[in-house]
């Protein structure tokens, strides 16, 4: 009879483990981000109700950063206090390339109004460490955006247009014109004293010729 029983629940506890085995194996496994030290903030804001607001913060970050950003707010919260992974705090897919691009964190009751209620951290990250440098932490906000950069495609260049050059036709100048000057001269060689020579012979004998006609008419009057 015992050993009925023993046997029995053994069993039940074999049936057991094999259901709950894969349950366990099943649950996922989400890893809290590692601490890290405390971070220092970059800026601070002094104290105004209206900073309390996500949205407040939201088109802050878009008016000064051109950044389109979602953010929340988490209260109550530890000091010091670490940074969620996004998943965690926010609903994102994995194709988002969401990161957080500024946390705030709100000075507790009794703050002095010299010092800086609003702490400001730019692009903090997961397992950073927040806390107010005077006081308690109150609230925190997270703010996250989509930082991956499009690239843009540059329009299409078109080669330029470039006109023939405007030719102008040659101007031609006439040519310069002086006075004539005459390279032709009679020669004053042997051969001109001849000619003149003969000239002149000639010129007697027509002339004697003359005088003798004259003679011989008056002869035969």
């Known amino acids: ?11 039940v506890l074999g049936a057991a483990a094999l259901i709950a085995g894969p349950i366990v194996l099943a649950a ?13 903030p970059d800026e601070s804001l002094p104290f105004d109700p209206a900073l309390n607001h996500p949205d407040w913060w939201e088109q802050w970050l878009s008016d000064n950063d051109d950044i389109d950003a979602t953010c ?41 109004p010299d010092k800086d209620a609003n702490q400001i951290y730019r692009y903090p990250a997961a397992g950073d460490q927040l806390a107010h440098p005077y006081y308690g932490n109150s609230h925190v906000i997270l703010c996250i955006a989509d930082t991956e950069t499009e690239t843009e495609t540059p329009p299409a260049s078109s080669p330029p247009v470039t006109s023939p050059p405007v030719t102008s036709p040659p101007v031609s100048s006439p040519p310069a014109t002086g006075p004539v000057v005459e390279t032709d001269r009679p020669s004053s060689g042997p051969g ?30």
């Open 72 to 112: 929340i707010k988490v209260e109550p919260v530890a000091k010091p206090y670490t940074i969620p992974s996004i998943s965690d705090v926010f609903e994102v897919s994995e194709s988002d390339n969401a990161e957080y691009v500024l946390a705030v964190v709100k000075g507790g009751a009794g703050q002095d």
């Open 192 to 221: 001109a004293n001849l000619g003149m020579l003969a000239a002149i012979s000639l010129a007697v004998a027509a002339a004697g010729f003359a005088i003798f006609g004259r003679r011989r008419e008056g002869t035969h009057r």
């Open 28 to 40: 996922p496994a989400s890893a809290a981000p590692i601490a890290t030290a405390v971070i220092t």
């Open 1 to 11: 009879m015992r050993r009925r029983l023993l046997s029995s629940t053994v069993g």
